[in-house]
């Protein structure tokens, strides 16, 4: 089974800064990773699949990069709303299953 | 617009069942890959189960945890994805999303389970 490590567990920020959360998986996934964000209460939203799409209608502000074992996501300029806790995600295809990260909690500085 | 709505959590005993439903609209539901995902109290999202369009097979996988314990099924005539819950536990307590597509696409807003001992 794959594991996914995110860090940092929490990132203090102020708006306008730039965040830049990482996701390492313990053996390679390809591409098959995703990013969702999380505010309590609501559902999660999909923001990244296939490790840098954009999904449909997120800011063009949200970034993914990364292959193999190392994601990236990248939110350049933080605005209020994006305070929330956020996932990465893999796919596997044998033996069929998906594993989410631990998340990484974005806070107000 | 595409839209997820769960019902049917609720308290139940320790051994318990309990039946999920996830009705759909807005999307051709029938050509959807459909799946469930937790959050327990305090912790972070778990994949559940999926179940795969009858066109790619209808076929289900589980996670280790809940495998031989829960079901998934479908119902594409009214739109309705089920997940039926038994001998449950209590680190089964979880708000239960369901969620549309290979990669989660679009999710519902959630059901809370509550398994008491």
């Known amino acids: 089974e794959i594991v996914l490590t995110q860090s940092p567990a929490t990132l203090s920020l102020s708006p306008g800064e730039r965040a830049t959360l990482s996701c390492r998986a313990s053996r390679s996934v390809n591409s098959y990773l995703a990013w969702y964000q999380h505010k309590p209460g609501q559902a999660p939203r999909l923001l990244i699949y296939d490790a840098s799409n954009r999904a449909t209608g997120i800011p063009a502000r949200f970034s993914g990069s990364g292959s193999g074992t190392d994601f990236t996501l990248t939110i350049s300029s933080l605005e209020p709303e994006d305070f929330a806790i956020y996932y990465c995600?893999?796919?596997?295809?044998?033996?069929?299953?998906?594993?989410f990260g631990q998340g990484t909690k974005l806070e107000i500085k | 617009e595409e839209q997820l709505v769960e019902s049917g959590g609720g308290l139940v005993k320790l051994g318990g069942s309990l039946r999920l439903s996830c009705a759909g609209s807005g999307f051709i539901f029938s050509n959807a890959w459909m799946s469930w995902v937790r959050q327990a109290p305090g912790k972070g999202l778990e994949w559940v189960g999926r179940i795969k369009s009858k066109p790619d097979g209808g076929t289900t996988d589980y996670a280790a945890p809940v495998k031989g314990r829960f079901t998934i099924s479908r119902d594409d005539s009214k739109a309705t994805v089920f997940l039926q819950m038994n001998s449950l536990k209590t680190e089964d307590t979880a708000v239960y999303y369901c969620?549309?597509?290979?990669?989660?696409?679009?999710w519902g807003p959630g059901t809370l389970v509550t398994v008491s001992s």
């Open positions: 995600q893999q796919r596997s295809d044998w033996p069929p299953m998906y594993t």
């Open positions: 969620a549309t597509g290979i990669g989660f696409d679009n």
